[in-house]
């Protein structure tokens, strides 16, 4: 090894050793976050920062507009004949989003309606469920009055049992007073349609 040689490999080795020692940070580097996704690339944004990037700033957009039914009863549900179409949020006054009411001037005919009665609908006939069709609910054949300790049971309708809106004689069973403690129960009787809806 020459002295040219011999210089040339003593540098190397003080900058070998220099490097070795460093202990000042890399501007070029970001230290692990806690979670999510890894990096050290220089300048990386920080993962929230990515998720939310995109921003809407535009303003609520209008109503959007419907059709509602007058409802004239007040039974909840309107008149499909009757509508009107409206862009201004709530619906206006005596106007329904459904429609379907087969009797709009009567609030016992409605769709769904679970109860039967025996005077006829406002606009005519016995359809209370707006189905289409007028259907009796059950009627029980006549029976024996019967007093028990607090009432009288027994009473129904003879035969032949009559259709909606055809009268048929009923019989019913009423306290007429009290004897001994206990009721005293007599029949009457009267005309009149079975319960339909
Ligand atoms: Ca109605
Ligand atoms: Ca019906």
């Not at 309107?78 to 201004?88: N, P």
């Not at 027994?154 to 032949?160: I, L, Q, V």
Request: glycine letters at 12%.
């Amino acid at each position: 090894m020459t002295n040219d040689t011999r210089w040339l490999a003593s540098l190397a080795l003080l900058v070998a050793s220099a490097g070795a020692g460093c202990t000042s940070p890399n501007p070029d580097y970001d230290p692990p976050r806690a979670s999510g996704p890894q990096s050290n690339l220089p300048n990386d944004p920080p993962a929230v920062a990515r998720a939310d990037a995109t921003v809407d700033t535009s303003p609520e957009p209008d109503a959007p507009c419907a059709i509602y039914y007058r409802d004239e009863d007040g039974d909840g549900f309107g008149d499909a004949q009757v509508s009107l179409r409206w862009c201004d949020g709530a619906p206006p006054a005596g106007y329904v989003t459904r429609a379907g009411d087969c009797d709009d001037g009567d609030a016992r005919a409605f769709p769904g309606q679970t109860r039967a009665f025996d005077e006829e609908r406002v606009g005519g006939g016995w359809d209370f469920d707006c189905d289409g069709k007028a259907t009796r609910v059950e009627v029980g054949v006549v029976q024996d009055c019967q007093r028990t300790n607090t009432g009288c049971v027994g009473g129904g309708w003879f035969k032949p049992l009559p259709q909606c809106g055809q009268q048929g004689k009923r019989m019913s069973c009423e306290i007429a007073g009290y004897e001994g403690g206990k009721p005293i129960c007599k029949a009457a009787y009267h005309y009149a349609p079975p319960p339909c809806r």
